[in-house]
């Protein structure tokens, strides 16, 4: 099983900030298959990042997604007050699919 | 738009078994993957089991595989989750989710969750 790891677990920071947060592999995840989800309390969580880099449809471009080595970044450019909720990253490249323990993104 | 409106959930005994519904609209059902994932209190997400389009292929965690059974009804566009033989550690929310490119998908559009809890 692909045991994803994602730092920092909380990250605090204001609105108008830029947020990085950070999945690391157990093992090897094709680019292809890294995705980021964002859920804030009570809801189900949204796709925001697919293919590593590519945003779902409808998703704000201050929202961004990159790959360095074996490592997965999402980036948020500039932090609205919209954005403060917990991210998580999954991989489904192998089975089972997994997802990482989650970064809470708070004020 | 796409809509996947989930029923089902409840407080059941250890042992015991209920079904999940997850109903579909807004897409062509028949032409998506579909998926299970479920949310333990305060806790991260858990993939459960995945279905193809035809039924051809089904892939479960192995935290269920045995006792929940993954289906699909494509005339009705209605997604199931059968859990038998449950367990305190079974409860959490549940949510059904497209995955529109097969099973190397990410999933797109996620139910509202139903709330499954094992206790006597």
């Known amino acids: 099983e692909i045991v994803l790891t994602q730092s920092p677990d909380t990250l605090s920071l204001s609105p108008g900030e830029r947020a990085t947060l950070s999945c690391r592999p157990s093992?090897?995840?094709?680019?292809?298959?890294l995705a980021w989800y964002q859920q804030k309390p009570g809801q189900a969580p949204r796709l925001l990042i697919y293919?590593?880099?590519s945003r779902a449809t409808g998703i704000p471009d201050r929202f961004s997604g990159s790959a360095s080595g074996a490592d997965f970044t999402l980036t948020i450019g500039r932090l609205e007050p919209e954005d403060f909720a917990v991210y998580y990253c999954?991989?489904?490249?192998?089975?089972?699919?997994?997802f990482g323990q989650g970064t809470k993104l708070e004020i | 738009q796409v809509q996947l409106v989930q029923s089902g959930g409840d407080l059941v005994k250890p042992g015991g078994s209920l079904r999940l519904s997850c109903a579909a609209s807004?897409?062509?059902?028949?032409?998506?993957?579909m998926t299970w994932i479920r949310q333990a209190p305060g806790k991260g997400l858990e993939w459960l089991a995945y279905?193809?389009?035809?039924?051809?292929?089904?892939d479960y965690a192995d935290s269920v595989k045995g006792r929940f059974a993954i289906s699909r009804d494509n005339a009705k566009k209605i997604l199931y989750l059968q859990m038998n033989t449950l367990r305190a550690e079974d409860t959490a929310v549940y949510y059904c989710?497209?995955?529109?490119?097969?099973?190397?998908?990410?999933?797109?559009?996620w139910g509202q969750g139903t709330t499954v809890a094992v206790a006597s």
């Open positions: 989710a497209r995955a529109p490119f097969g099973s190397h998908s990410a999933f797109d559009f």
């Open positions: 999954q991989q489904y490249d192998k089975s089972p699919y997994t």
């Open positions: 293919g590593a880099n």
């Open positions: 093992q090897s995840v094709g680019a292809t298959y």
């Open positions: 279905i193809s389009t035809s039924n051809s292929y089904i």
């Open positions: 807004g897409f062509t059902f028949s032409d998506s993957f």
